[in-house]
């Protein structure tokens, strides 16, 4: 509701509406997921709004195939060098705002 009446294009409502189930998205499915995982790696890394479930996110959740599947690259790193990575740069821009 809240991206309708702030008039956002459609695939970023469908985004909001549908990241906790990406394989639903029809506008933008690649978008959605990768929403999905960026939402995956902030609860990870403790910055989300505190919805985890216990136990490892990414043990229950597709995303990071998903996102695999639409770019090589990080199907070719794999899943640990990529929030690896994700990772350094969270601190990095973390820091440079200041803000957490």
């Known amino acids: 509701m809240l991206g309708k009446r702030w008039r956002l294009p459609p695939e970023f ?5 549908l990241h906790h189930t990406p394989t ?26 505190g919805e985890n479930p216990p136990g490892n996110l990414f043990d229950i959740d597709e995303s990071f195939g998903l996102v695999s599947q639409h770019e090589p690259r990080i199907k070719a790193m794999g899943f640990e060098e990529v929030v690896n990575q994700l990772a350094e740069k969270f601190v990095e821009q973390k820091s440079l705002v200041g803000v957490f």
């Open 13 to 17: 409502v469908e985004d909001m509406k």
């Open 24 to 49: 639903e998205a029809s506008l933008n499915p690649e978008l959605t997921t990768v929403v999905r995982f960026a939402d995956l790696l902030a609860e990870h890394w403790m910055s989300g709004i």
